[in-house]
């Protein structure tokens, strides 16, 4: 009698255990299902290569890499649409731009003068004659000063350029040139730059940027910059790719040129959306499912040098999503003598890394 009473409170208890993990699964699959269905853009970029005699050599500041697990990432609207042409439909507003404007020009002790917009009021008006109605129509998308030996552009899509027109000079003791200049050099150039210039960003901390490539001659050019650091990865990943500055040198490399800094607005979150991993990613690689008009050479695992979790692709993403960035090495493209020895190619292909099921468009963007 005692054996069967605790026979039947085992039973009691693996049918309670049973029951709240079903509920659980199906309250996580309600969640999931209330997330809206993405689309991916329909122009799709030529790809991009890189130069290097080491996959090694490619290097970005990514935070991500593969030993950091992540099963869901969060995906935002595009405030920022475009035509086939590349030209902005939403963005900043003229209020916006200009506000931008002032705080530039107030970090160098200036007032804003006369504005220059583009297009033009009278470009606006005539396409407004021409029956375009559209909001953006009725507004340019880039204003632009003149300072005192600075010229500043802001445009809707949320980037601002400021360019010195004479080359501000660095300290003596500072290597700002593109090339014979290692890492820890670079780095002391960051640093100083992003202090000199700390208050036209608002970081509170920041990650390094030192990228680069070589050219057909086998000569490395360097570029500069850092995005805004965060304890959080994921927030990391997003400020790598939409919270981040560039600086740009003069020729000579003897001193700065152009600031670059690219804010992107991620105001309005889509949600939460499970993504693949790198497996599953590869797996569609191969299978020639990637964002690049151009088709991958024949593929196999040694081909592949590296592979990141990004957010960022095309500038017609309706959404600002993750994608695995695939380096695939590829045919040089000048197989003669004049090719330096010893220097590789490789091909960037972009995976989406959100789960086909939520991407409406899958099947038909990569169709056979």
Partial sequence: ?????????????????????????????AADADLPMLS????????????????????NGNPWHEGIALDKLPVFKNKV???????????????????????????????????????????????IAKGDQSDRAKQPYELSIQLEDVNVLVQT????????????ALPPDLDFSKDNQSAEEGQK?????????????????????????YNFDGKYMRRYGAYRADADIVQEMLNFAYDRVNFSSNPEGTGLVIIGHHQLDLSEKIGDYPIIDVAQAKQLLFKDKHLVHDELPELNESRIGKVELVYGYSPWDVYHM?????????????????????????????????????????????SE
Avoid at 40 to 59: E, G, K, M, Q
Avoid at 157 to 168: D, E, L, S
């Fill in 322 to 366: 993750p994608y695995y960035r695939f380096y695939v090495q590829v045919e040089e493209p000048l197989a003669d003598d004049t090719w330096p020895e010893g220097l590789l190619a490789y091909s960037v292909y972009y995976v989406p890394a959100i789960e086909g099921r939520y991407i409406e468009n899958m099947a038909e963007t990569f």
């Fill in 189 to 213: 150039t960051v640093d100083y730059l992003m202090v000199e210039y700390a208050g036209l960003f608002g970081f509170d901390d920041y990650n390094t940027v030192l990228s680069g490539s």
């Fill in 81 to 127: 649409l475009r035509n086939g042409a590349g030209e902005p439909l939403s963005g900043l507003s003229v209020e916006q731009m200009t506000a931008k404007l002032n705080y530039v020009a107030k970090f160098f002790g200036q007032t804003v003068g006369d504005i220059t917009q583009f297009p033009s009021k009278l470009e606006i008006e005539t396409e």
């Fill in 1 to 29: 009698m005692i054996n069967q009473k605790r026979h039947y409170q085992k039973y009691l208890i693996l049918t309670l255990i049973v029951a709240i993990v079903s509920f659980s699964l199906v309250a996580c699959q």
């Fill in 40 to 59: 991916l853009a329909s122009n799709l970029p030529p790809r991009s290569t890189y130069f290097v005699y080491d996959i090694a050599d490619i290097v």
């Fill in 157 to 168: 899509t949320g980037v601002n350029i400021i360019q010195f027109r004479n080359p501000v």
